[in-house]
């Protein structure tokens, strides 16, 4: 083999730089879309995967279980509150592990008209090892729960810790999901070639503006998250002049919902809400999103 070999590459979708492509619109002539994406999670106890605040423990991991378990019984409610406070909308990411837990949780975003999107059964396991028949089950088995307990199927998937199988993308389309959250390669909605012909849709899902990468991997403190958040909407808000962006913020409830770190996620969506009605800003979900550009396809 050369070393000056084509290297592997997805096959998903080909190269396109951001300023060669053609314009188009937001719905009311909005040129920024900005959605969050609020990550309800489950973690098993005494096993698996999990963030942690501090070192991990021989199992059973009492600190870091329980510090992620505070989401779910506090942080998520209390931004729950502020969500409601400002009139913002999510896109809903949860664990169908949350339906034998704490299914009034999930029952709060549903009632307020969220989004609910697929994160797997717990994050406590990764998608990429699981065998083709096993990861097709997942996809199927999280899709008819969600849409049991709601009424409707989800049409949006992220994987839980991002983690893909080389099929993944195939087997999302066939269990009948449209979009994924998987690839932040983009920040405009990317269509991805599957097997079967049909597309899937990668919608821009940002591993930067995130609470787990910044707060917990670089240690970032919740005034500088929320900084990050104002600075990146500025910056994006002017480049989206030139061509429709899409923003997304990525939260868990653990780590934002925290109280010191939730009064400055506070200052940073008061904000956004702020510039919500400027008339260049659509402050929406991924599946709003999705819908919109496969409308435009």
Same mark, same amino acid.
């Given at each position: 083999?050369?070393?000056?070999? *084509?290297?592997?590459?997805?096959?998903?979708?080909?190269?396109?730089? !951001?300023? @060669?492509?053609?314009?188009?619109?937001?719905?009311?002539?909005?040129?920024?879309?900005?959605?969050?994406?609020?990550?309800?999670?489950?973690?098993?106890?005494?096993?698996?995967?999990? $963030?942690?605040?501090? /070192?991990?423990?021989?199992?059973?991991?009492?600190?870091?279980?329980?510090?992620?378990?505070?989401? =779910?019984? +506090?942080?998520?409610?209390?931004? %729950?509150?502020?969500?409601?406070?400002?009139?913002?909308?999510?896109?809903?990411?949860?664990?169908? $592990? %949350?339906? &034998?837990?704490?299914?009034?949780?999930?029952?709060?975003?549903?009632?307020?008209?969220?989004? %609910?999107?697929?994160?797997?059964?717990? =994050?406590? +396991?990764? @998608?990429?090892?699981?065998? #083709?028949?096993?990861?097709? $089950?997942? %996809?199927?088995?999280? *899709? &008819? *729960?969600?849409?049991?307990?709601?009424?409707?199927? #989800?049409?949006?998937?992220?994987? /839980?810790?991002?983690?893909?199988?080389?099929t993944t993308p195939d087997a999302l389309v066939e269990a009948g999901y449209r979009y994924t959250l998987n690839w932040c390669h983009d920040d405009q909605p990317t269509r991805m070639a599957t097997r079967s012909g049909q597309d899937l849709w990668a919608i821009p899902y940002p591993q930067e503006l995130n609470d787990i990468p910044m707060v917990i991997a670089r240690q970032?403190?919740?005034? &500088?998250?929320? =900084?990050?958040? !104002?600075?990146?909407?500025?910056?994006?808000?002017?480049?989206?002049?030139?061509?429709?962006?899409?923003?997304?913020?990525?939260?868990?409830?653990?780590?934002?919902?925290?109280?010191?770190?939730?009064?400055?996620?506070? *200052?940073?969506?008061?904000? !956004?809400?702020?510039?919500?009605?400027?008339?260049?800003?659509?402050?929406?979900?991924?599946? $709003?999103?999705?819908?919109?550009?496969?409308?435009?396809?």
């Amino acid at each position: 083999m050369s070393p000056f070999d *084509r290297l592997p590459d997805p096959g998903r979708f080909a190269y396109q730089a !951001i300023h @060669q492509r053609p314009d188009y619109g937001w719905p009311n002539g909005a040129r920024l879309a900005v959605y969050i994406g609020f990550n309800l999670e489950h973690f098993a106890f005494g096993e698996g995967l999990g $963030a942690c605040i501090g /070192p991990p423990s021989p199992q059973p991991d009492v600190l870091n279980h329980a510090w992620r378990e505070y989401g =779910n019984r +506090v942080g998520a409610w209390r931004c %729950l509150e502020l969500f409601n406070e400002l009139g913002l909308p999510t896109g809903t990411i949860l664990n169908t $592990a %949350l339906y &034998d837990h704490c299914p009034e949780l999930v029952q709060a975003f549903a009632d307020r008209g969220d989004e %609910l999107i697929g994160h797997g059964h717990s =994050n406590s +396991v990764r @998608q990429s090892t699981l065998s #083709p028949d096993l990861e097709r $089950a997942l %996809l199927v088995g999280c *899709r &008819d *729960r969600i849409a049991q307990h709601s009424g409707t199927a #989800p049409s949006g998937w992220l994987s /839980p810790w991002i983690s893909e199988s080389l099929t993944t993308p195939d087997a999302l389309v066939e269990a009948g999901y449209r979009y994924t959250l998987n690839w932040c390669h983009d920040d405009q909605p990317t269509r991805m070639a599957t097997r079967s012909g049909q597309d899937l849709w990668a919608i821009p899902y940002p591993q930067e503006l995130n609470d787990i990468p910044m707060v917990i991997a670089r240690q970032m403190d919740g005034k &500088d998250f929320a =900084n990050m958040i !104002i600075d990146n909407f500025d910056e994006m808000r002017q480049q989206a002049l030139a061509q429709p962006l899409v923003m997304g913020i990525a939260l868990h409830p653990y780590v934002v919902g925290q109280p010191y770190r939730l009064r400055h996620l506070r *200052r940073a969506l008061q904000t !956004i809400a702020k510039a919500r009605d400027s008339g260049d800003i659509w402050v929406t979900t991924p599946g $709003a999103i999705f819908r919109h550009v496969a409308s435009l396809a």
